[in-house]
């Protein structure tokens, strides 16, 4: 069974191994109602109990398909991790009035009464006056509500954690691809997340599916330079009957800090594949090669949003 542990300082319990909900938006590929189902179902069989999603995976598709998934299931038996903020590539809107009117319409697909995490998704695409001195504090007041249990916020550059939890106290907040065989710059920061007392969630550990043998989605942002050196990691893996994946997803979910590691699943095969590489360790030597193919590439992230990356961007 895959461990409970308590999320930061929050009083809520995640998974370890937590399922990724982008796919049900269809933004790796097609799936059925049925496929998620079981997915869901056998994922909770494993002890996987953390699901994420946002409004904006499958413009609200993966909330509704997670919803009809979850229905009939014992509330206390899982926790949902929605977002706000973010409803397209690139639309944006964290004014108090949108984000307020998005609970509700996530609620609503949900078809829950309450959302346990609630993330500003990819926050460093507003200003950060704007998450910190609007968002946030009309999203305290829903706190109060009741219609959300703990808040946070997720984005790409290290750097807006830093702007934000420097002003504010936060629950929690997710990174992604940053806890990666090919970029392990999270880790530096978990020092500063746990002074500021908050829970952390890795996300991608495959890096949006870019370490997979498949290869990442058309729409993936990595440069040449670091597709070039998977493809290597890739043919080297193939060369001894390895799965990259797998190597990647046991590495992740052993690095020391975050509370959960987060992958994106949408069918049941993956959700078992998933499992069997957190619980399998890889002996030091196989992983010490597998990682020399990004030495040249390492932490090499991409651009994302207005705020500027690793420096935390200055209030006035
Ligand atoms: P990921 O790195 O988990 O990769 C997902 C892709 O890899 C999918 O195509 C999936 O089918 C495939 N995959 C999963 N397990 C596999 C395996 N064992 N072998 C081969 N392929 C496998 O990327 P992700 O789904 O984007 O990230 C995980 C989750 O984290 C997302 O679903 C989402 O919930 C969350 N997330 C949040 C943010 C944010 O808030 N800004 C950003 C990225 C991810």
Same mark, same amino acid.
């Given at each position: 069974?895959?461990?409970?542990?308590? %999320?930061?300082?929050? +009083?809520?319990?995640? $998974?370890?191994?937590?399922?990724?909900?982008?796919?049900?938006?269809?933004?790796?590929?097609?799936?059925?109602?049925?496929?998620?189902?079981?997915?869901?179902?056998? !994922?909770?069989?494993?002890?996987?109990?953390?699901? +994420?999603?946002?409004?904006?995976?499958?413009?609200?598709? $993966?909330?509704?398909?997670?919803?009809?998934?979850?229905?009939?299931?014992?509330?206390?038996?899982?926790?949902?991790?929605?977002?706000?903020?973010?409803?397209?590539?690139?639309?944006?809107?964290?004014? *108090?009035?949108?984000?307020?009117? $998005?609970?509700?319409?996530?609620?609503? /697909?949900?078809?829950?009464?309450?959302?346990?995490?609630?993330?500003?998704?990819?926050?460093?695409?507003?200003?950060?006056?704007?998450?910190?001195?609007? @968002?946030?504090?009309?999203? /305290?007041?829903?706190?109060?509500?009741?219609?959300? /249990?703990?808040?946070?916020?997720?984005?790409?550059?290290?750097?807006?954690?830093?702007?934000?939890?420097?002003?504010?106290? %936060?629950?929690?907040? %997710?990174?992604?691809?940053?806890?990666?065989?090919?970029?392990?710059?999270?880790?530096?920061?978990?020092?500063?997340?746990?002074?500021?007392?908050?829970? #952390?969630?890795? !996300?991608?550990?495959?890096?949006?599916? %870019?370490?997979?043998?498949?290869?990442?989605?058309?729409?993936?942002? *990595? @440069?040449?330079?670091?597709?070039? *050196?998977? $493809?290597?990691? #890739?043919?080297?893996?193939?060369?001894?009957?390895? +799965?990259?994946?797998?190597?990647?997803?046991?590495?992740?979910?052993?690095?020391?800090?975050?509370?959960?590691?987060?992958?994106?699943?949408?069918?049941? *095969?993956?959700?078992?594949?998933?499992?069997? !590489?957190?619980?399998?360790?890889?002996?030091?030597?196989?992983?010490?090669?597998?990682?020399?193919?990004?030495?040249?590439?390492?932490?090499?992230?991409?651009?994302?949003? /207005?705020?500027?990356?690793?420096?935390?961007?200055?209030?006035?």
């Amino acid at each position: 069974m895959i461990e409970q542990v308590r %999320l930061g300082e929050t +009083d809520l319990n995640v $998974s370890k191994l937590s399922f990724g909900a982008a796919p049900l938006g269809g933004a790796y590929g097609d799936f059925t109602q049925r496929d998620a189902d079981t997915a869901v179902r056998t !994922a909770l069989d494993y002890g996987i109990t953390t699901f +994420d999603t946002s409004p904006y995976y499958g413009k609200g598709r $993966s909330e509704e398909v997670l919803g009809q998934a979850l229905k009939g299931i014992n509330r206390e038996a899982f926790t949902v991790i929605t977002k706000c903020g973010r409803y397209d590539v690139a639309s944006f809107d964290f004014s *108090a009035d949108r984000v307020r009117r $998005s609970i509700d319409e996530s609620l609503s /697909r949900l078809k829950l009464d309450h959302i346990d995490l609630l993330l500003c998704h990819d926050i460093e695409f507003d200003d950060p006056e704007t998450i910190i001195f609007e @968002t946030l504090p009309a999203l /305290r007041e829903v706190v109060k509500s009741g219609k959300v /249990r703990a808040l946070g916020v997720s984005g790409l550059p290290l750097g807006i954690f830093r702007t934000v939890l420097d002003e504010t106290p %936060l629950d929690a907040i %997710l990174s992604y691809s940053h806890a990666c065989l090919n970029d392990d710059s999270l880790t530096e920061m978990m020092p500063y997340f746990d002074a500021k007392k908050v829970g #952390v969630i890795a !996300a991608s550990p495959l890096s949006m599916g %870019l370490l997979t043998h498949a290869g990442p989605p058309d729409w993936h942002p *990595a @440069t040449p330079e670091l597709r070039d *050196a998977v $493809s290597r990691a #890739v043919h080297y893996c193939e060369e001894r009957d390895l +799965d990259l994946s797998d190597i990647a997803i046991s590495w992740s979910y052993r690095l020391n800090g975050p509370a959960s590691l987060l992958v994106g699943m949408n069918n049941p *095969a993956t959700v078992h594949a998933n499992v069997k !590489a957190a619980q399998r360790e890889y002996d030091p030597e196989t992983i010490h090669k597998v990682r020399s193919f990004f030495d040249n590439v390492q932490r090499l992230s991409w651009p994302s949003g /207005r705020w500027g990356d690793p420096e935390p961007a200055k209030l006035p």
